[in-house]
Every structure is written in C-alpha cells, then in structure tokens.
T-cell receptor, first 112, second 114 residues
Framework: SQKIEQNSEALNIQEGKTATLTCNYT??????LQWYRQDPGRGPVFLLL?????KEKRKERLKVTFDTTLKQSLFHITASQPADSATYLC???????????FGRGTSLIVHP | GAGVSQSPRYKVTKRGQDVALRCDPI?????LYWYRQALGQGPEFLTY????????KSGLPNDRFSAERPEGSISTLTIQRTEQRDSAMYRC????????????FGPGTRLTVT
C-alpha cells in the first residue's frame, strides 16, 4: 500500500544547530515533492518544491534533497531559530497527477 | 494583497443539518482545492477546480458532499445531512496556475457536528 512517513515524534534542537526532517515514501513515483510549514491554528505555507530530476534545492537557510532511489526527501534548516518552531509537512505529486498527498508532518521545536 | 479567506471560521451544527462552507481564493488564481485536515494529520484531498470546472472529486467521502465554483472564483463546499464523523477542519487552497503546485492555504473552517 502507499505510505508517506514523517517522524511522529517532535524534533527538539538547540538554537543555531541544523534541523533535519525526513520524509520517506512507499509505492509512490513522485514527479514533485514539496515541503510546507504549518503553525498551530493556521493553514500550511508553501516553502519549497523539488522535482524528481533535481537532487537538491536551496532557499535561504532551507535545503531540500530528493533521492528517488532511497525514496526519501530530507529537509534541512541551518542556523535554526526559535521562530522556526512549527510543524513541517511533505507532499508528493505523482507524475501526471494534480492531486498532492500530504504526510502527517513532523513538529520541530527549537530551544533558545 | 489579501490571502485566501474562508467563512465561517467556526461552524457548529446539529446532526442532519446542511452546511455550506465558503472559500474566497486569491484574486486571479486559477486552481482551487478543498481539503479536510484531522488533528495531527496532513491535509486530505477532497476536490479541485480549474476555473469553474471541477476537475476531480475523487476525494469527496460520499454523495452528501458536493462543491461548486460557478464563476471561477468563490467556491462553496456543501455537506448535506451532516453526521458527527464530518466534524473536522476544512481548508481550501488556491494556486495561480493549473499545475496547482504552489498552493496558498486559507485559515480553514472548523466544523463541529453535535
């Protein structure tokens, strides 16, 4: 069966460190993978999109990698700040589909 | 500019009543998506539109759920004969182009069926 896995346990890190969040998937062939940020009580906010033929994408302190062999995407926040504390969701788009499938998200808590 | 807005933000209704949830997308956005999000889960796709045409409604749970976007802008998600299991956060998102890839989400409508 198809599955998207994001750590259900919160990730706690110290301010200034690099946070790394994982999105693993099974039985999908995504053409695109996205990462969103969601704060409590608010809708998700789009952060980055990476295509299947791209290994890595960067935007300011954010970096996303996409390994279609391992069926995994890693999301990194460098020099993390308490303001980065939120839930981060990955979403897959299969080739030819305009319907995303979201993971359940991982909570990140950055301690000052 | 204004983001995606949804109304009402909170709706409490009795079992068996019909409810209509409204989504006002960002002006000029072509695609509009409806999702349902349970606590601690990611958004779950319900249906989407390009302009006024409903492209896919495969995520609607049953025929009590319907959606429309008659003029290609505002959309309404209607749930008839509500049941307690319909209680959830309903979110809409809009996207500038038909790919739908970069989506802007609204604040959601929290529906509680008593």
């Amino acid at each position: 069966s198809q599955k998207i896995e994001q750590n259900s346990e919160a990730l706690n890190i110290q301010e200034g460190k690099t946070a790394t969040l994982t999105c693993n998937y099974t039985n999908y062939s995504p053409a695109y993978l996205q990462w969103y940020r969601q704060d409590p009580g608010r809708g998700p906010v789009f952060l980055l999109l990476i295509r299947e033929n791209e290994k890595e994408k960067r935007k300011e302190r954010l970096k996303v990698t996409f390994d279609t062999t391992l069926k995994q995407s890693l999301f990194h926040i460098t020099a993390s700040q308490p303001a980065d504390s939120a839930t981060y969701l990955c979403a897959l788009w299969e080739g030819g589909s305009y319907i995303p499938t979201f993971g359940r998200g991982t909570s990140l808590i950055v301690h000052p | 500019g204004a983001g995606v807005s949804q109304s009402p933000r909170y709706k409490v209704t009795k079992r068996g009543q019909d409810v209509a949830l409204r989504c006002d997308p960002i002006s000029g956005h072509v695609s509009l998506y409806w999702y349902r999000q349970a606590l601690g889960q990611g958004p779950e796709f319900l249906t989407y539109f390009n302009y006024e045409a409903q492209q896919d409604k495969s995520g609607l749970p049953n025929d009590r759920f319907s959606a429309e976007r008659p003029e290609g802008s505002i959309s309404t998600l209607t749930i008839q004969r509500t049941e307690q299991r319909d209680s959830a956060m309903y979110r809409c998102a809009s996207s500038l182009d038909i790919s739908g890839y970069e989506q802007y989400f609204g604040p959601g409508t929290r529906l509680t069926v008593t």
